[in-house]
C-alpha cells in the first residue's frame, strides 16, 4: 500500500526561548530559509538522516520551520494533498474568530440552534449537547456520519451510552455538525470563511477555494467539508497556532509552554 505521510513542524518548543533573543519572522509571498541548518541549531547529519527514515515510510512532504523560517525541507511541499482530520483543527480556529467576534456561543445547545440529524433524529438528551462539547468531541450523540471509516462506525459507542461533556470519543459527527452551525450563524460557507479569515491573511501559497468541497450522503443530513492543502500552507497554520493566533506579532513563550 502506497502509505501517503507528511510532515509539517511548524516550530520546535525547544527552540521558542531563543527566538525572543534573535527574534521571530512571518513568511510573506514565499517562505525564507536558513542559509544552513546549523544556524538554526540543528545537524545536517541528523537531518540527513531524518530524510533517509523519512523516505523509508512514504512521506511525501516535510518541512521543518523554527522561528518562521525553513531550516529544511523535502518532497512535494507544493502539491495539495487531501489532509483529512486536519479538517477539524480549521474549523476550529475559524470557531474561535466567531466566538470573539460574537457570532457563536460555546454554550449554545442543539436544541436552541435547532440542530437535529435525519431518523433516528436525535433524543431530547443528545440536544442538551453544547458546541463546546462538539468542540471537544464530547457532545455525546453518537449518530452515524458522513466521511467515517468503516473501522469509525464499527467503534462508535451505542445511542445514549454517555451524556453530553461526560466522555470523549473522538467522530466526524459532532465536527460536521460544527459545519452546519458555523455556516448557519455566520452566513458564510466554510471554504469561503477559510480563504476570508485564514489563508487570505496568511498568504497561502497554494490553497484555492476549490480546493474545498462538500461530501454529502444519506447517512446524515451533515455535509462532511474534506480539503485540499499543501504542506507549506499547513505550515503556515501551524505557526499561526504557535503564535496564539497572533499573525506578525511575536508572543513571548518559554521552553516549559510547550503543553498549550
Known amino acids: 500500500m502506497n502509505r501517503r505521510i507528511w510532515i509539517v513542524v511548524a516550530s520546535l518548543c525547544f527552540f521558542s526561548s531563543l527566538a525572543q533573543a534573535a527574534g521571530e519572522t512571518f513568511p510573506k509571498e514565499h517562505w525564507e530559509t536558513f542559509a544552513t ?7 545536517s547529519d541528523g537531518l540527513r538522516a531524518a530524510r533517509e527514515y523519512a523516505a523509508r515510510i512514504d512521506t511525501v512532504a516535510a518541512m521543518l520551520v523554527v522561528k ?3 531550516v529544511t525541507q523535502w518532497g512535494r511541499n507544493e502539491e495539495r494533498f487531501n489532509v483529512h482530520s486536519i479538517r477539524k483543527s480549521i474549523i476550529s480556529a475559524l470557531y474561535g474568530i466567531a466566538v470573539e467576534q ?8 442543539l436544541a436552541q440552534l435547532q440542530i437535529d440529524d435525519n431518523e433516528p433524529s436525535l433524543t431530547e438528551a443528545e440536544k442538551l449537547a453544547t458546541v463546546r462539547h462538539l468542540l471537544t468531541a464530547r457532545s455525546g450523540v453518537y449518530h ?9 462506525a464499527a467503534m462508535r459507542p451505542l445511542r445514549a451510552s454517555h451524556a453530553p461533556g461526560t466522555f470523549w470519543y473522538y467522530n466526524n459527527w459532532d465536527f460536521n455538525a460544527l459545519g452546519t452551525i458555523y ?17 487570505g491573511p496568511l498568504q497561502m501559497e497554494d490553497w484555492r477555494r476549490q480546493d474545498g468541497d462538500y461530501f454529502r450522503g444519506r447517512a446524515s443530513i451533515h455535509a462532511a467539508y474534506p ?6 500552507d499547513l505550515a503556515r497554520f501551524g505557526l499561526l497556532y504557535l503564535h496564539k493566533g497572533k499573525w506578525g506579532v511575536s508572543v513571548r513563550r518559554s521552553r516549559l509552554d510547550c503543553s498549550d
Open 37 to 43: 541548518p546549523e544556524e538554526a541549531g540543528f545537524s
Open 68 to 70: 518562521g523560517r525553513v
Open 102 to 109: 460574537g457570532s457563536v456561543s460555546l454554550d449554545s445547545t
Open 144 to 152: 452515524p456520519a458522513l466521511y467515517e471509516t468503516p473501522g469509525m
Open 183 to 199: 455556516e448557519r450563524a455566520t452566513g458564510t460557507g466554510i471554504f469561503e470563511a477559510f480563504q476570508l479569515k485564514i489563508a
Open 227 to 232: 480539503l485540499r492543502m499543501s504542506a507549506r
